[in-house]
């Protein structure tokens, strides 16, 4: 799995920085009963480990991740918030170190969208499923933004992101490709909801939360790559990421679709 977005102190800000704004608009409507066992595949460094378990205080969560570096600050943020119900692992989701149908339910959230393999992912997943147990999917699609004032420069800015995460074997599109990989996947009774961002600047908390400190901050974070990789000019990205900035002001508006998965392991 390659990893676009980067490791450092302000990528990890952003993520937080989501998590805590989006925490109703995703988190909403999951919630595992008491004594379930949830398996949180690619935790990252815990921005929704701790929203997880916080609203499900007496289910059991396993959250797992690839990077060492990202479970470290996973298990900072939650022993920082004092939850008792994670266990935190050094794990890859393509060779899971649990036994088959060891978990009552799977969330996975904003990492498919990094896998060469997504369908080969889910499936390794489903077999960690019991019988019955539920699958929870969450990917954004950048293909859904749109904006006021609209620009042809902020466009193509998002586009690098677009086209380095494909390069690296991801897909920044991939939420409107949730329902196809579940069923792919074989998971039954899938049922994927669309969950728009809609801000403008009655709603300062996501004007700061979302479109600039999450969403512009990612599209900043790719602008050395992206001139690297000879996908565009500075001088045509940074007029991208002003534009981007100009739709927080007070007349402006910004638009983005996440796209929640839930389905039934076979």
Known sequence: MAYVHGYDARANERLHDQATTLVELLHSGTAYPAGSRVLEAGCGVGAQTVTLAQRSPDALFTSIDVSATSVAEARRRVEAAGLKNVELQQADLFALPFAARSFDHVFVCFVLE???????????????????????????????????????????????????????????NIGRRVYPLLVEAGFDDVHVNPLMVYVDSSRPELVDGFTRRTFTAMIEGV?????????????RFDAGVRDLHRTTEADGVFCYTFFKGVARGA
């Open 114 to 172: 990094h896998l060469s393999r997504p369908v080969e992912a889910l499936h390794t997943l489903r077999d960690a499923l019991r019988p019955g147990g539920t699958m929870t999917v969450i990917e954004g699609d950048h293909g859904s933004t749109y904006f006021h004032p609209d620009s042809a420069a902020a466009h193509e800015a998002i586009q690098c992101q677009v086209e380095l995460q494909r390069a690296a074997g991801g897909d920044s």
């Open 223 to 235: 602008r050395e790559d992206a001139i690297a990789a000879g996908l565009i000019d500075p001088d």
